[in-house]
């Protein structure tokens, strides 16, 4: 007696069009008779748009699965989801890959997918464009001590200039993972700010020189750069890696304009 074993790939209705090369090579990798169905569901709703990849087998499924790890590892089956709970989505079962280009499109207006894709909605009519905030480009690392008279002015000067922070003040909450949420920060960043003054390498501050270390071993794998704000630091305090930058005097909130203009200068590239 044959079994059934249904896998549901949960994936982007608003970028379904990444998801054709791994519904392609599920339907040229596998027969007919090993995989005996492969299908789009969709749900039009615009309040809880859904797409999901469904591949139903009825043989042993450790072949999938050892395929998936070599070729997709990212994808992970959502669980607990049954036949039973698709019968009222839209549910296209799948001939061939050539079928993936016909249904699968950025633009929408048919079947199975009414709605157009995000970025191609997006470039048609930019008047809907998400105003939510913008991805973080500038990692704030500053004292504690420093944050009235120079943090938050500074802060308030960017944000005032369209330039995107993070800041701890604002990204990270009660309950929160302090260590992880900074690591989030720093990896979402392209510019590493610090705020270099006598309070940054005070011992009891702890987390400026870690976050400082933290970034400096992400800029070697990556593109990130470091502007470095005098604020008041003695030299003798200063790292030895720190003093090959060049850096931006703070005077006294003087240095705010130069401090934007470096920014943009770096995330415009």
């Keep these: 007696m044959a079994t059934d ?7 982007d209705y608003g ?24 299908g789009l569901v969709v749900n039009n709703n615009p309040y809880c748009f859904s797409f999901y990849v469904v591949v139903n ?3 042993d499924p450790v072949y999938f699965e050892e395929w998936l790890r070599n070729n997709y590892p990212s994808k ?18 799948l001939i061939d890959a050539d079928m993936v280009d016909v249904l699968v499109t950025e633009e929408g207006n048919g079947f199975p997918f009414i709605y ?3 970025e191609y909605f997006e470039e048609k009519h930019p008047q809907y464009r998400d105003i939510m905030k913008r991805d973080s480009k500038v990692f ?33 909450d009660y309950g929160d993972n302090i260590f992880l949420k900074v690591n989030e920060g720093i990896q979402q960043a392209d510019v590493g700010l610090f705020i270099l003054t006598d309070n940054f390498f005070d011992s009891q501050s702890g987390w400026p020189l870690a976050e400082f270390s933290t970034f400096f071993m992400s800029l070697m794998k990556s593109n990130k750069k470091v502007l470095m704000l005098d604020a008041g630091v003695s030299p003798d305090k200063m790292l030895e890696m720190m003093k090959a930058y060049k850096y931006i005097s703070w005077n006294n909130g003087a240095g705010l304009p130069e401090v934007a203009n470096a920014i943009n200068r770096i995330i415009t590239k």
């Design 5 to 11: 074993f249904l896998y549901m790939f949960e994936c």
């Design 57 to 59: 087998l009825q043989k």
């Design 76 to 93: 992970i089956k959502r669980h607990n989801m049954f036949t039973k709970d698709i019968y009222t989505y839209n549910v296209t079962t």
């Design 140 to 172: 704030i690392s500053h004292s504690s001590k420093d944050k009235n008279s120079i943090v938050n002015p500074l802060n308030a000067y960017l944000q005032g200039n369209d330039i995107a922070t993070w800041l701890d003040s604002y990204e990270i």
């Design 15 to 38: 970028a379904r069009t990444r998801e054709k090369q791994f519904i392609k090579d599920i339907l040229n990798h596998f027969d007919k008779d090993y995989a005996t169905m492969v």
């Design 116 to 118: 157009p894709e995000r």
